[in-house]
């Protein structure tokens, strides 16, 4: 058994958004999202699940509360939904949805437990995605224009901010895979839209800057690890790929100022082009003070011209998997550590996300979650590993304290530290939320 350690200052915490616990969907001046317009559309998301009610955590928030200051954890990362502060994306602010977020941001608060906000994790208003979405530069206006609204709102309760969620998924899985909302199927409307995410990523940073709003600012990017199947030129140039629309095409306009050529002309020979204006990449490359890292898998891949937009194809050699049916793959999380602080300098990364789906039920009072707890003990050993490396990783979000609404898996895949029972609502600690509480106040594990 091998002892490991995580360092003192090292901040621990867990993470949710606000589609996916709230529930309210219609409460208080809430105005509708895409994902509430996506979710309510038949054959969209797995047995017609929606966020309607999800974990009812708009109102049981004080006793997800108590769960998080039982767990002992520093830090709390949460979402504020857009359409609950602009019912229509703009104009008008509802007042009881900005209550709301202060009641809860003050409890935490009270509860010793930092608050980490993310401004936007995939709710768009439905009226926005009316006039085209991410697509229209109009939203990018209008993103600052809120973003702008509740850094004065909560400017000096709130320290820590993320501006964007996973922007791949925002733009590739959601406008040409079709996966997420809205479900579109256009490459170049995906290009388009990971362009103006990136341009209001940049102008919300100039914003917090400009606005001289005290704390930190960053935003999380999810990334997988891909291992080429061969040392063959083509296989390693297909997994290049296959990493770069999660990495080098997100981080070297935020680092770099520019977007990485082989993407660009990988992207153009499929007849996408990003739409950049004058000014858009220094904007975009604004200086922050930390990325989030979102890691859940990785494969092993190899060039295949009838695999998709890239090429790439992921080959299954047996890796275990979790219950939604990803690899389990931690030595993926520290070479994709590795690589982003080789390529980027030694930036401070939180790991805002990372955790494993484990559907297994409460019986007798308990849910017995061995799966999870050993994910996490690998995932953590990984992140030991690259801070011993010289990666600047300040602290860990699992995903996620409670189960809640997965998108278009919706209940049935669960990440929850915290079992719920969908029907009554009730929360049950499963073993791994004991097993982290322990590791948040010890810091070490065995493996
Ligand atoms: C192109 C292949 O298409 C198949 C499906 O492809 C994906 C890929 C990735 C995901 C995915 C889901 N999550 C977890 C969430 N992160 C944010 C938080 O809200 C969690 O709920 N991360 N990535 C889903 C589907």
């Known amino acids: 058994m091998a002892i490991i350690q995580l360092p003192k200052d090292f901040q621990w915490g867990v993470a949710t958004a606000a589609y996916q616990i709230e529930g309210a969907y219609n409460e208080d001046g809430r105005g509708l999202s895409i994902w509430d317009t996506f979710s309510h559309t038949p054959g969209k998301v797995r047995n017609g699940d929606n966020g309607d009610i999800a974990c009812d955590s708009y109102h049981r928030y004080k006793e997800d509360i108590k769960l998080m200051k039982e767990l002992g954890v520093d830090i709390y990362r949460f979402s504020i939904s857009w359409p609950r502060i602009f019912p229509t994306g703009r104009g008008p602010v509802?007042?009881?949805?900005?209550?709301?977020?202060?009641?809860?941001?003050?409890?935490?608060?009270?509860?010793?437990?930092?608050?980490?906000?993310?401004?936007?994790?995939?709710?768009?208003?439905?009226?926005?995605?009316?006039?085209?979405?991410?697509?229209?530069?109009?939203?990018?206006?209008?993103?600052?224009?809120?973003?702008?609204?509740?850094?004065?709102?909560?400017?000096?309760?709130?320290?820590?901010?993320?501006?964007?969620?996973?922007?791949?998924?925002?733009?590739?899985?959601?406008?040409?895979?079709?996966?997420?909302?809205?479900?579109?199927?256009?490459?170049?409307?995906?290009?388009?839209?990971?362009?103006?995410?990136?341009?209001?990523?940049?102008?919300?940073?100039?914003?917090?800057?400009?606005?001289?709003?005290?704390?930190?600012?960053?935003?999380?990017?999810?990334?997988?690890?891909?291992?080429?199947?061969?040392?063959?030129?083509?296989d390693q140039d297909a997994c290049h790929r296959g990493m770069g629309i999660f990495i080098e095409w997100f981080f070297d306009p935020v680092f770099k100022g520019k977007y990485p050529d082989f993407m660009l002309d990988w992207f153009e020979q499929n007849g996408a082009v990003p739409e950049i204006q004058e000014g858009d990449m220094q904007m975009i490359s604004q200086p922050i003070d930390f990325v989030g890292i979102n890691f859940y898998t990785g494969s092993v891949g190899r060039y295949n011209k009838e695999a998709g937009l890239l090429e790439v194809e992921k080959i299954n050699i047996g890796y275990q998997t979790t219950d939604i049916g990803w690899n389990i793959y931690p030595e993926g999380f520290y070479k994709v550590l590795n690589k982003i602080n080789n390529q980027y300098g030694n930036i401070p990364i939180y790991i805002t996300e990372n955790g494993a789906c484990y559907n297994d039920e409460v019986i007798n009072g308990r849910v017995k979650d061995e799966g999870r707890i050993e994910y996490l003990k690998q995932h953590l050993t990984s992140i030991r590993r690259s801070i011993e490396t010289g990666v600047n990783i300040k602290g860990y979000f699992a995903w996620s304290l409670l189960d809640n609404f997965e998108w278009a898996e919706g209940y049935d895949m669960r990440f929850g530290l915290v079992h719920i029972n969908f029907h009554t609502l009730e929360r049950t600690k499963k073993d791994s939320y004991y097993w982290y509480k322990k590791i948040v106040r010890n810091r070490w594990f065995e493996i």
Not at 113 to 131: A, F, K, N, R, V
Not at 185 to 197: E, F, G, P, R, Y
């Open 94 to 234: 509802n007042s009881k949805g900005l209550e709301f977020y202060h009641h809860f941001v003050d409890e935490l608060i009270a509860n010793g437990i930092e608050p980490m906000c993310t401004l936007y994790h995939w709710d768009l208003p439905q009226s926005l995605q009316d006039i085209g979405g991410w697509a229209n530069r109009e939203v990018v206006e209008a993103f600052v224009e809120y973003s702008t609204f509740i850094f004065k709102e909560f400017n000096g309760k709130i320290k820590k901010w993320i501006t964007i969620n996973e922007p791949w998924c925002i733009s590739f899985l959601s406008n040409y895979e079709g996966k997420h909302a809205p479900g579109n199927h256009n490459l170049q409307l995906a290009v388009t839209i990971s362009h103006h995410l990136l341009l209001a990523h940049g102008k919300a940073v100039k914003a917090f800057r400009n606005l001289g709003i005290e704390g930190e600012i960053g935003y999380a990017p999810n990334v997988e690890w891909i291992e080429p199947f061969s040392s063959k030129q083509e």
